[in-house]
């Protein structure tokens, strides 16, 4: 089973939520999962095979878009911000775990840490998917021109990578927790991010 429009009536062709657009978002999960595949046997120095269960992946879909309608529907805003919509696809890809490990783990010829890091392969996964949408890793911000600065804030940022998989592990309770700590990441002063988020406060939302 793949997205089928006419048994999943979640399209809602006025407010954005296209067929294009939905589209894109499951090709773009597929692409980033091929390069993640590669990128993640190569990181632990054996090949391993992962896979996406693809009717998973649409149940993740379907549950992200529907909750994006009700943000619309409910709250004053024309279009959720890009940290909300990878707030929610992180919240039900971690609620349905699409992401599988096709082989034994016990088995792999491998080291007790890298068989955690399999076991958690979904919470690898997300953590650089996360960083990616959200930071622009083209463009460095201004106060990391300093090499100084840039060594430190590049140390403090392995220790936010690492409470991130604790928090998606074991922390995790709703997509607005998620987008906290998103939002609470864009203020480190390492990197640019790739879009404004805070261009619109709440106040402006309210007068809308």
Same mark, same amino acid.
């Given at each position: 089973?793949?997205? =089928? ?5 979640? =399209? ?5 939520? =296209? ?21 993640? &046997?190569?990181?632990?120095? +054996?090949? !391993? ?8 992946? @649409?149940?993740?879909? !379907?549950? $992200? ?15 959720? #911000?890009?940290?909300? !919509?990878?707030?929610?696809? =992180? ?8 992401? +599988?490990?096709? @082989? ?14 399999? #076991?958690? +392969? ?23 021109? #300093? ?24 922390? !995790?309770? &709703? ?8 939002? *609470? &990441? $864009? ?7 790739? @879009? ?5 406060? *709440? $106040? ?5």
């Amino acid at each position: 089973m793949h997205l =089928t429009f006419e048994n999943f009536n979640f =399209t809602d062709e006025k407010k954005g939520f =296209t067929e294009p657009y939905i589209n894109d978002i499951r090709k773009g999960l597929l692409e980033y999962a091929g390069v993640f595949f590669e990128e993640f &046997s190569k990181d632990i120095g +054996i090949s !391993v095979d992962l896979a996406i269960n693809e009717d998973l992946l @649409d149940l993740v879909i !379907v549950d $992200t878009v529907e909750d994006l309608k009700r943000i619309i529907s409910f709250h004053p805003t024309k279009k959720p #911000n890009l940290i909300k !919509v990878v707030s929610y696809i =992180t919240y039900w890809w971690l609620r349905r775990r699409p992401l +599988i490990v096709k @082989d034994s783990i016990n088995k792999l010829g491998t080291s007790q840490e890298n068989k955690m890091r399999l #076991n958690f +392969i979904n919470e690898h996964f997300l953590v650089p998917y996360i960083e990616q949408r959200i930071f622009n890793f083209d463009k460095g911000s201004e106060i990391c021109n #300093n090499k100084k600065h840039r060594t430190k804030f590049e140390e403090q940022w392995k220790y936010i990578r690492k409470y991130m998989l604790y928090f998606l592990g074991y922390r !995790v309770d &709703s997509p607005k927790s998620i987008e906290a700590f998103i939002l *609470a &990441s $864009t203020l480190h002063p390492i990197r640019s991010t790739s @879009d404004d988020f805070f261009r619109h406060s *709440a $106040t402006d939302n309210l007068k809308e």
